[in-house]
């Protein structure tokens, strides 16, 4: 919670210092996030939401995460490596490499101070059976900064600004939270809100963190796939953008 009121805390700086003041919801999202993530993984905070800027490190994980993308494209067609590393912006593909090293030197330092301090780690070291590796453990100090840290910044995001472009739809929000007494606003009670909840299905819906999907192969002999026969080794996928733009549900306007 500690990050969250900093975050608000911010806000209201800014919004008291000047009432017009634009604020970029989305770094600020992301700088809490990466903060409460850095916190929970590493058992200290990046301190992101000091100034509310980015790292060289998160900037490092953006430009990853891009890199990740080209990479996938490149091993489906292989003929666009060549052409890639010819256009693509060196940044982006020594990203990937700057996201590691950052990962594993923070990594490093969190063994330094043992397995008694209560964030991720600890559960990793105090694990009797398949121990990780160190080299395993820089691996997945990538992985625990990307999972949960943008992915979320971006569902609030578009949240915000679906529910601050509708304010019928936010005050019923505002209220159905308000209604509830100062201490049951935590994480048992909050998420058996029903409109609250539907809010957050609906980010989801429109605003999909990760709106490509992972590939999957055919097997042997072919499968039916939504009524449609598709033979052997064909690559296919459904990705959260377009399956949820089929029809089905109603925009938060019509809700």
């Given amino acids: ?113 043992g397995a008694d301090q209560a964030d991720i780690w600890n559960l990793v070291l105090h694990k009797n059976e398949g121990v990780l590796n160190l080299n395993e453990m820089h691996a997945n100090g990538m992985v625990f900064m990307i999972a949960g840290t943008e992915t979320t910044a971006t569902l609030l995001s578009g949240l915000t600004y679906s529910l601050l472009t509708n304010p019928d739809k936010l005050q019923r929000a505002v209220e159905e939270v308000r209604s509830l007494p100062e201490d049951q606003l935590n994480l048992e009670v909050l998420p058996r809100l029903k409109y609250l909840s539907a809010c957050f299905d609906e980010g989801f819906r429109t605003y999909p963190p990760v709106p490509t999907a992972m590939l999957r192969v055919v097997p042997e002999g072919g499968n039916v796939i939504c009524g449609e026969w598709v033979p052997a080794k064909v690559c296919y996928s459904a990705p959260d953008y377009s399956e949820v733009r089929l029809g089905c549900k109603a925009d938060i306007n019509n809700s």
């Fill in 1 to 113: 919670m500690r990050s969250v009121d900093k975050l608000i805390g911010n806000i209201h700086t800014a919004i008291n210092n000047d009432p017009e003041v634009r604020l970029d919801i989305v770094k600020l999202y992301n700088c809490t996030t990466f903060d409460i993530m850095g916190e929970l993984t590493f058992g200290e905070t990046l301190g992101l939401l000091d100034k509310s800027e980015y790292s060289p490190w998160v900037s490092a994980i953006f430009r990853s995460v891009k890199a990740i993308e080209f990479g996938r494209l490149s091993l489906e067609y292989p003929i666009l490596r060549r052409i890639m590393d010819i256009v693509l912006p060196a940044s982006i593909s020594k990203g990937e490499d700057e996201h590691y090293k950052y990962s594993s030197d923070r990594v490093d330092r969190r063994l330094e101070k």
